[in-house]
């Protein structure tokens, strides 16, 4: 189970993965220039006592000049060449972006991958309305044919164009690619749950390998493809569009996308929905600390609902009860592999990995408790079958590129939680006690980014977006990749954040069946109406 840390698209677009690699790191940039975002020091409500590694933020991500600086003016005055792209009602283009901000038009070039399918219609048009599922390292084009574009409610298609631009070093966009089919169904076996030395050992060098094959296979774009650079990516799209405000939809890791941009160009900021939300002022700790709670809620809520069937795999004794047999059946396929009539066997690793992607959707319980009886009865397929969603692998062995996409944009964006296997140590009860089930093997997921071949450029800051139009931030009091609080934090720094809340389960609330959060949702799409800061629906 190599989770890292990282949020993923919502269920819309695969019913039963998600990731727990949740956390995206957050950004910030190193040095400061008239050109890059500089940092300011103000009061957090949400420090810490004492500081230390935990602390929120106090930093604030300032606003860019206003002013395209001249060296950017010939990526803002591109003109899109559309063409069919084998999809119908789809374009397809391709944008030119500075591969480093720091030198545009001096050095190298990106080429990101854009699609769109145009407003449909009756209503006057609002503008492009670009969406993000999440991830980082999930494909916005994806996302928008298989399900925006077609599944968004009828009027916001009606008066936007639907956009989407894979951001850099993901899918289409210059792709950062790391180990082979092979290689990677090794890696997401290793034992994540080291009970001596030797596995402590491996468990670290399959951390090495995967950071040395992205470093040899991706060189070139890896120390590019931070969440900055992508917001700022994003306002070029903007402009070439045609569009005065940035319109979006971001959910999980597209939130703090989103968020980034508002911060970095908070004049230029139309109508941004946030759904399921990530708080930027929180470091990589503290966040993987919050998510591996979150995702204990998750596995309360299902265990609560999984005791009262007759037919639960886990017994009918009560949640506490539920969790220690999960917990007992983990451990044995740590040492007794269940087999799933293929090659691979369904080890802890695996199982763990299974069980978590249904975390993301109560949709996918049912399938669940049938994967776990199956297990338990000794057929792993089941949550073989969940653990492959949930890292993109397809039935021959191809990975996307989401994993490595992953883990090259969170371990940019934020320094990592630990510095090596002793730090882990440290602080694993302190996950355990947050999710008695997941706890440790999060906490070790959280070491991948220790050897990463690339020094991290961003920090936590808060963003605050002072002088943007209304944004709304959607938290779903349940969420196991984006925590509550974390919804509630980021709508406190925003200056015009107003916070929507679902009280229910799952990851991220638009489009999911509330009535009352779609509608609050659509009425700012296409009003520019928020809702009243604080409103909550079941």
Not at 40 to 51: F, I, R
Not at 144 to 168: F, H, K, N, T
Not at 188 to 207: F, W
Not at 470 to 497: C, F
Request: include cysteine; glycine fraction near 12%; proline fraction near 6%.
């Amino acid at each position: 189970m190599h989770t890292s840390r990282r949020s993923r698209r919502s269920r819309r677009q695969l019913s039963t993965s998600g990731t727990l690699l949740a956390l995206a790191g957050l950004l910030a940039t190193a040095g400061c220039s008239a050109s890059e975002p500089q940092q300011t020091a103000s009061a957090s409500s949400t420090d810490a006592p004492g500081g230390g590694p935990e602390a929120a933020a106090t930093r604030v991500l300032e606003p860019l000049p206003e002013k395209v600086p001249a060296a950017l003016e010939p990526y803002y005055e591109q003109k899109l060449s559309w063409r069919g792209c084998g999809v119908a009602g789809f374009e397809c283009a391709s944008l030119k972006v500075p591969l480093d901000y720091e030198k545009p038009g001096g050095g190298e070039d990106l080429k990101l991958a854009v699609s769109r399918k145009k407003a449909t219609g009756p209503g006057k048009r609002i503008g492009s309305l670009l969406v993000n599922p999440g991830g980082p390292g999930g494909s916005a084009i994806g996302y928008l044919q298989s399900y925006a574009a077609i599944g968004y409610p009828e009027p916001v298609r009606a008066r936007y164009d639907m956009v989407a631009v894979d951001p850099r070093g993901v899918a289409r966009s210059e792709p950062v690619t790391c180990l082979s089919g092979k290689a990677m169904d090794a890696y997401t076996q290793v034992d994540i749950t080291p009970d001596d030395g030797a596995e402590t050992d491996a468990l670290v060098a399959s951390y090495k390998k995967f950071a040395e094959g992205c470093e040899q296979r991706s060189r070139e774009v890896l120390g590019h493809v931070s969440t900055v650079e992508s917001a700022r990516d994003m306002d070029v799209l903007r402009q070439v569009l045609g569009d005065d405000k940035l319109n979006y939809v971001g959910a999980s890791y597209g939130t703090f996308l989103g968020a980034t941009y508002a911060g970095l160009h908070p004049q230029r900021v139309g109508r941004l929905v946030l759904d399921g939300a990530m708080d930027p002022s929180l470091p990589s700790l503290r966040m993987n600390r919050d998510q591996t709670a979150g995702f204990g809620t998750a596995f309360k809520s299902f265990a609560k609902d999984c005791v009262a069937r007759e037919d639960c795999p886990l017994g009918r004794d009560g949640v506490a009860d539920a969790r220690k047999r999960l917990r007992a059946f983990l451990d044995r396929t740590d040492s007794d592999p269940v087999p799933t009539g293929e090659s691979r066997e369904l080890g802890e690793a695996l199982a763990t990995t299974g069980v978590i992607a249904a975390m993301y959707d109560e949709g996918a319980w049912p399938q669940l408790r049938t994967a776990i009886q199956s297990a338990m009865d000794g057929e792993g397929h089941g949550l073989l079958e969940l653990a492959d969603r949930y890292y993109e692998r397809d039935e021959d062995g191809k990975y996307q590129n989401l994993m490595f996409a992953n883990a090259a944009v969170n371990c940019l964006d934020l320094p990592p939680s630990f510095k090596g296997p002793g730090d882990v140590r440290k602080h694993v009860d302190s996950f355990r006690e947050v999710s008695p089930v997941f706890g440790e093997g999060l906490a070790w997921a959280a070491l991948n980014c220790a050897y990463w071949p690339v020094e991290a450029t961003g920090e936590p800051n808060r963003i605050e977006a002072k002088g943007a139009a209304p944004i709304v931030v959607v938290g779903t009091t349940r969420d196991p990749a984006t925590p509550y609080v974390w919804s509630r934090g980021l709508a406190e720094q925003l200056d015009s954040g107003t916070l929507l809340t679902y009280e229910g389960d799952g990851h991220t609330a638009y489009g999911r069946g509330s009535d009352c959060v779609d509608t609050a949702v659509n009425t700012y799409l296409l009003e520019g109406e928020a809702p009243k800061d604080g409103t909550r629906c079941t």
